[in-house]
């Protein structure tokens, strides 16, 4: 059993930047940050592939947030800039891809963490 625990969210005003952190229990092929906002179903932000340290990114967050790894903490970061209104979610990381045609598509993950809320107020 893989245990996923993500930290770092909180709230910030637009324009900010915040860090999260999502630290995994084993080995995972890759790691995805997903987001979940109120009445919406949960989309992919970010993945990185554990190995060969490939990153892929949503539209929404090319240029502004970028996913990063310490593989000897076996921890991802998402760090986020010029945050928006519209990012305001949880935010949850996610381990073991399960290599669908999609990295950032959340049913293609098997392990989940409990998320982390990031509001980002105008």
């Known amino acids: 059993q893989v245990r996923v625990v993500e930290s770092g969210g909180g709230s910030v005003q637009a324009g900010g930047s915040l860090r999260l952190s999502c630290t995994v229990s084993?080995?995972?092929?890759?790691m995805g940050w997903f987001r979940q906002a109120p009445e919406k179903e949960r989309e992919g932000v970010a993945a990185i592939y554990t190995g060969g340290g490939g990153t892929y990114y949503a539209d929404s967050a090319k240029g502004r947030f970028t996913i990063s790894q310490d593989n000897a903490k076996n921890t991802v970061y998402l760090q986020m800039h010029s945050l928006k209104p519209e990012d305001t979610a949880m935010y949850y990381c996610a381990a073991e891809y399960g290599g669908g045609n999609w990295i950032l598509d959340p049913r293609e993950y098997k392990y989940w963490g409990r998320g982390t809320q990031v509001t980002v107020s105008s």
């Open positions: 084993g080995y995972s092929n890759c």
